[in-house]
């Protein structure tokens, strides 16, 4: 009877899983990464079409203590209705962490002409990648 080595046994099978769960770490990172700075860049230029994109499917979405589910069609009319009342001058994250159950948050500041809102994002990963799962505006 003949014993076959396998790709993935010893020591280079080893070294293969610990690159892939080096590289599938580093890149979900980098997802995360990038989703914040999209979504920052949306709120800052007050786009309600580039925002909805980030979204899952469905999205939860808190407005002066109103909370509802909706579609990305109903978010869009929700944001270019709250963008139109009250354009960006600024937006910054002021702090950012993440669960054990692997949902990701960051809250910032949006900034109008006319208040200020603090903005809560929950964020969980789908099909490889991190979407917006839920936002919440507070204003202070």
């Known amino acids: 009877m003949a014993v076959r080595k396998t790709i ?19 890149n979900a990172f980098a997802s995360e990464n990038s989703l914040k700075e999209d979504v920052k860049a949306a709120l800052e230029s007050g786009s309600a079409k580039e925002l909805v994109r980030l979204f899952t499917g469905k999205v939860e979405i808190t407005m002066s203590g ?23 001058t600024g937006f910054d994250y002021v702090h950012e962490g993440s669960s054990q159950e692997g949902l990701k948050y960051a809250i910032g ?21 991190y979407l917006v799962r839920a936002m919440n505006f507070t204003e202070e």
């Open 66 to 88: 109103s909370k509802a589910g909706y579609s990305q069609s109903e978010a869009e009319n929700l944001f270019r209705g709250f963008f139109g009342k009250h354009p960006a």
């Open 8 to 26: 993935g046994s010893g020591y280079a099978g080893t070294i293969l899983a610990g690159f892939l769960v080096i590289l599938f770490g580093v």
């Open 109 to 129: 500041k949006y900034k109008s002409s006319g208040a200020t809102y603090r903005v809560y994002i929950l964020m969980s990963q789908e099909s490889g990648q």
